[in-house]
């Protein structure tokens, strides 16, 4: 996962600012001037600096759960991994971005894409989980 990994530094702030207001996604409303303080993404997006990451998507294995190539997910190498999560697993010495399923007692990682299939661990696979996604920044335009 070297290539992948992106350094995230918790000690530089890049302050942004925010609209007090809320936007519509469906009939306009009118303008309004009114800014909040200014945020820090890092506060808003990252829980634990030092167990964080950022890594960058290729496929389309996920592209239902809104993970598309170029997505950039946050990850959190401190929590506990539960069913039903999105996570960044290692299985041997390849990386994957699928949704953590506990089926009887068995590992499964699933696809959200259909034309994908579901990968189902094995107790000879060297396997580990490599952190649960917080955030999902998708690819901008």
Known sequence: ??????????????LILMFSSLI????PSPADDYL????????LLIKKPAATYLVRVQG???????IFPG?????DRSLNIRSGQIC??????EFTVKRYIINQGRVELHPENPAFKPIFI????????????????????
């Open 1 to 14: 996962m070297t290539n992948l990994a992106l350094k995230v530094d918790p000690i530089e702030k890049q």
């Open 36 to 43: 909040e303080s200014p945020i820090d993404l890092n506060d």
């Open 71 to 75: 997505s950039i997910l946050i990850v």
């Open 24 to 27: 519509e996604a469906g009939f």
């Open 122 to 141: 094995r107790h000879d696979q060297d396997f580990e989980i490599q952190g649960v996604v917080r955030s999902i920044i998708t690819n901008p335009l």
């Open 88 to 93: 960044v697993a290692r299985i041997n010495d």
């Open 60 to 66: 389309e294995s996920m592209k239902d759960a809104g």
